[in-house]
T-cell receptor
Framework: RKEVEQDPGPFNVPEGATVAFNCTYS??????FFWYRQDCRKEPKLLMS???SGNEDGRFTAQLNRASQYISLLIRDSKLSDSATYLC????????????FGTGTKLQVIP | NAGVTQTPKFQVLKTGQSMTLQCAQD?????MYWYRQDPGMGLRLIYY???????DKGEVPNGYNVSRLNKREFSLRLESAAPSQTSVYFC?????????FGQGTRLTVV
């Protein structure tokens, strides 16, 4: 089983829709969680960190469910510009704290 | 405000040629990474370095070698390039928190 797993999609949604992605992680000792955005032919860039209490940044909401070992990303009122691949990332506690990425979920927002 | 710098940005190699991809970060990060990304696929870890002088194999290390020269620099070497190594290569670094990426190197092996 992979350490971090995501549904690759693609998720095709109309403009204005709400869409949610999940990301599961296998190691219960994971301590830090992130969502990245990657545009076509570009490097991944940090979208937001995921805190235990959940956090919101405009139309984006990230949540952590430790009991079920997954994080989620909710995008409300989707824009065409949200079309991208969304990658989750996890850091295990202790040691050198290596960042492990999921393979990403592709989102296509349709006019 | 350089962050993670990769060179070159583009490269075309002939099968069997060798080359080194360079990566440097100026954020005093301990951990550095090399990934490859193929069309329609996610990031695949080639090698990871937790600190200067240490390296670990990732998911797809075959055909590659790395060198963590110092805290700033982490290079990736292809000793004998093969068409299967045509890909986009990303270097990244981190320190107990999120990772930061370079802009990538687009490598084509013909």
């Amino acid at each position: 089983r992979k350490e971090v797993e995501q549904d690759p999609g693609p998720f095709n949604v109309p403009e204005g829709a709400t869409v949610a992605f999940n990301c599961t992680y296998s190691n219960s000792a994971s301590q830090s969680f992130f969502w990245y955005r990657q545009d076509c032919r570009k490097e991944p860039k940090l979208l937001m960190s995921v805190y235990s209490s959940g956090n919101e940044d405009g139309r984006f909401t990230a949540q952590l469910n430790r009991a079920s070992q997954y994080i989620s990303l909710l995008i409300r009122d989707s824009k065409l510009s949200d079309s991208a691949t969304y990658l989750c990332a996890v850091i295990l506690s202790g040691g050198y704290q290596k960042v492990t990425f999921g393979t990403g979920t592709k989102l296509q927002v349709i006019p | 405000n350089a962050g993670v710098t990769q060179t070159p940005k583009f490269q075309v190699l002939k099968t069997g040629q060798s080359m080194t991809l360079q990566c440097a970060q100026d954020m005093n990060h301990n951990s550095m990474y090399w990934y490859r990304q193929d069309p329609g696929m996610g990031l695949r870890l080639i090698y990871y370095s937790a600190s200067e002088g240490t390296t670990d194999k990732g998911e797809v290390p075959n055909g590659y070698n790395v060198s963590r020269l110092n805290k700033r620099e982490f290079s990736l070497r292809l000793e004998s390039a093969a068409p299967s190594q045509t890909s986009v290569y990303f270097c990244a670094s981190s320190k107990n928190t999120e990772a930061f990426f370079g802009q990538g190197t687009r490598l084509t092996v013909v």
